[in-house]
C-alpha cells in the first residue's frame, strides 16, 4: 500500500482564490510527521509546511495552512490567494517515528498546480 | 539561514563510467540522506547516513552506490558504472530536528 496518497495529478486555480491539494496517509505509528514541499521548474524543493501527529492545531505558514484530519488520515494543503509565483509541483511527505535527528520521509506522487492569471 | 549545497548542478556522463555527486551539509546537522527523482516521478530515498556508516538504505541503494563522508564537511554519493537509468535528480538533505533540509539537486544525465 502506498504510504501517501496524492490523487490529484494536476490543478488549475485563478489566480488570488484558494485552492486545496488532497494528500492522505497510511501509518501504523502513533508518532509522524506530515510536510508539503515545493518544486518549481528550476527543480529545487522547498519545504513549505509541517504537522507533527500529535500537534493540536492545524499548522500554518503565511499563505499556506494543514488542513489536517487525523481520523481520516489526509493532510491537505492549502494556499490562499494563489499567486502566479505558486504554479510549481507540490508533494506532500510523511516521516514515521518519533520527531528529532532523524527524518527520512516517505514522498507522494505530487500534484501539478498551475495558477491562471 | 544555512543551507546545503550540492556541485555540480548538472553533470553529464558516459554511461559505465563512474561519478561523484557531492554535498555540503549544515554544519551541526548530523544526519544526511540522499534521494532520487526520475524525470517526471516522485522522490524516492535512496540512503541514510549516521555517525560515519549507513544507516538505512532502499533497494534502489545497490552495490554500484556508495556514499562516504571524506572530511568534516563534504558528503559523497558514489555511482561506479553509471546505466542510463541512473538518469535523475539527486538531492541530498540533511536534519538535526524537522524538517529535512535539501539541497538545490545534482542533475545526472548518462549518455
Known amino acids: 500500500a502506498q504510504k501517501i496518497t496524492q490523487t490529484q495529478p494536476g490543478m488549475f486555480v485563478q489566480e488570488k482564490e484558494a485552492v486545496t491539494l488532497d494528500c492522505t496517509y497510511d501509518?501504523?505509528?502513533?508518532?509522524?510527521?506530515l510536510f508539503w514541499y515545493k518544486q518549481p521548474s528550476s527543480g529545487e524543493m522547498i519545504f513549505l509546511i509541517y504537522q507533527g501527529s500529535y500537534d493540536q492545531q492545524n499548522a500554518t505558514e503565511g499563505r499556506y495552512s494543514l488542513n489536517f484530519q487525523k481520523a481520516r488520515k489526509s493532510a491537505n494543503l492549502v494556499i490562499s490567494a494563489s499567486q502566479l509565483g505558486d504554479s510549481a509541483m507540490y508533494f506532500c511527505?510523511?516521516?514515521?517515528?518519533?520527531?528529532?535527528?532523524?527524518?527520512?520521509?516517505?514522498f507522494g506522487t505530487g500534484t501539478k498546480l498551475q495558477v491562471i492569471p | 539561514e544555512p543551507e546545503v549545497t550540492q556541485t555540480p548542478s548538472h553533470q553529464v556522463t558516459q554511461m559505465g563510467q563512474e561519478v561523484i555527486l557531492r554535498c555540503v551539509p549544515i554544519?551541526?546537522?548530523?544526519?544526511f540522506y540522499w534521494y532520487r527523482q526520475i524525470l517526471g516521478q516522485k522522490v524516492e530515498f535512496l540512503v541514510s547516513?549516521?555517525?560515519?556508516?549507513?544507516?538505512?538504505k532502499s533497494e534502489i541503494f545497490d552495490d554500484q552506490f556508495s556514499v562516504e563522508r571524506p572530511d568534516g564537511s563534504n558528503f559523497t554519493l558514489k555511482i561506479r558504472s553509471t546505466k542510463l537509468e541512473d538518469s535523475a535528480m539527486y538531492f541530498c538533505?540533511?536534519?538535526?530536528?524537522?524538517?529535512?533540509?535539501f539541497g538545490d539537486g545534482t542533475r545526472l544525465s548518462i549518455l
Open positions: 538533505a540533511s536534519s538535526a530536528d524537522q524538517p529535512q533540509h
Open positions: 501509518t501504523s505509528d502513533p508518532s509522524y510527521g
Open positions: 547516513f549516521y555517525n560515519n556508516e549507513i544507516s538505512e
Open positions: 511527505a510523511m516521516r514515521e517515528g518519533p520527531s528529532g535527528g532523524y527524518q527520512k520521509v516517505t
Open positions: 554544519s551541526n546537522h548530523l544526519y
